[in-house]
């Protein structure tokens, strides 16, 4: 077996470990269970218990339940099934099971089920054969790669070989002079792919990714209609390339954003989801079908007449968890082009993360 097989067989395997822990959790809650107890083993419980990576111990050798496997947190926490409410010091052991926290006993079991259900729903998805296959390259070097330190943002920015002063543009604003700063918790990739026969093209280009080290180059020819594909080789870089990065946050190349603010908002949203795309949703946008137009889709790509709910390509963030489900599911489906549409309307709600906006969460886009 190829060794990407063999990783996703034990991700499956895994994935099937943690549901059948979770339903350990809730059959005992159910049962003879009076008390959760949690113990972990260290001693600075509280920066642990805040970054979330504990392993939990459950009572009576349920077994254990790793959030974040190689960790290890201390707290005791109980829970009395008889009680209404939860105590608070159980709520901080219960933040790391439930997006948000249940305030109820009986409304975290409910939790806990629904997240069972979505997790076999999501498992069943990801046991399904990969009908994509995505070959990426890279090349260009990034410096002060990911590997140095460890953003909390990886800014990623799709581009066109061309958009030499748009990048150039991006670099002087507030976003490219935040993410150059040594102490920066954001790094700033753009992604371009190859020129269509444009050697001198490709020259300025492997100069200016010389002298700036923020450019990825993917091995397709760089048009319109392979959006798709620059998408997903950005969600595949990103957890081949920065994989511990907590947050990816993706911008077009001629959007302006308050980069701080944008921060803050996806902040906020984590303390709610574990997995969630955030940005701008729209509910009932047609399929365009006049071929002369730019986002012409025919019924043989997408026969509906309506998108599914997705979220604008212009500004988007996720988690890096949810960037893993995200590429697993487009590996998975049958592709449209209009990468948006396709993977926060089509992939996300098939390994269920949710779409959520924000009113800090905004861009302007100057030329519409
Ligand atoms: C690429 O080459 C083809 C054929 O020589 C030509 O028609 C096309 O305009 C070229 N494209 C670019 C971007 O130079
Ligand atoms: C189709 O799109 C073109 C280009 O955007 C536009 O000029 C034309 O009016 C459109 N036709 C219809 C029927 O909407």
């Not at 939860?86 to 009986?106: D, E, G, H, N, W």
Request: charged share 25%; with cysteine.
């Amino acid at each position: 077996m190829a060794p990407s097989k063999v990783r996703r067989l034990l991700t499956t395997v895994m994935c099937v470990m943690c549901v059948s822990l979770l339903v350990n959790v809730v059959l005992w809650f159910k049962g003879q269970g009076r008390t959760m107890a949690v113990s972990v083993m260290d001693e600075d419980d509280e920066t642990r218990l805040r970054s979330k990576e504990v392993v939990l111990k459950l009572a009576d050798d349920v077994g254990l339940f790793s959030i974040r496997p190689g960790k290890e947190a201390l707290l005791t926490c109980s829970l009395d099934q008889d009680t209404k409410d939860i105590p608070s010091k159980a709520l901080s052991c219960f933040s790391m099971l439930a997006y948000p926290v249940p305030r109820t006993t009986q409304l975290l079991i409910a939790h806990l089920e629904s997240q069972i259900a979505t997790k076999n729903y999501v498992i069943s998805f990801l046991s399904q054969p990969i009908r994509n296959r995505f070959s990426f390259t890279y090349t260009n070097v990034i410096q002060n790669g990911c590997w140095e330190r460890n953003p909390e943002v990886l800014l990623v920015i799709p581009s066109a070989p061309e958009n030499f002063e748009r990048r150039e543009l991006v670099r002087k604003s507030e976003r490219g002079v935040y993410a150059s700063r040594p102490d920066s918790n954001v790094n700033l990739v753009f992604f371009v792919g190859r020129p269509e026969n444009n050697t001198l093209l490709q020259q300025r280009l492997t100069i200016e990714s010389y002298v700036h080290g923020d450019i990825v180059q993917v091995n397709f020819v760089d048009v319109y209609r392979n959006i798709l594909l620059k998408a997903v080789s950005m969600l595949h870089w990103s957890l081949t390339h920065c994989p511990k990065a907590r947050y990816v946050l993706r911008t077009d190349d001629d959007v302006l954003v308050d980069i701080q603010k944008v921060v803050q908002a996806i902040r906020r949203k984590r303390e709610l989801h574990e997995n969630f795309i955030l940005g701008k949703t729209d509910v009932k946008f047609n399929v365009v079908r006049n071929k002369s137009s730019k986002y012409y889709v025919s019924p043989k790509e997408f026969d509906q007449e309506v998108y599914p709910p997705f979220a604008f390509g212009g500004l988007l963030a996720y988690p890096m968890s949810t960037v893993s489900l995200l590429y697993q599911a487009a590996l998975r489906l049958k592709t449209l082009w209009l990468d948006d549409v396709f993977i926060t309307g089509i992939c996300a709600p098939r390994v269920g993360v949710p779409l959520v906006d924000d009113p800090d969460f905004e861009f302007e886009h100057p030329e519409e």
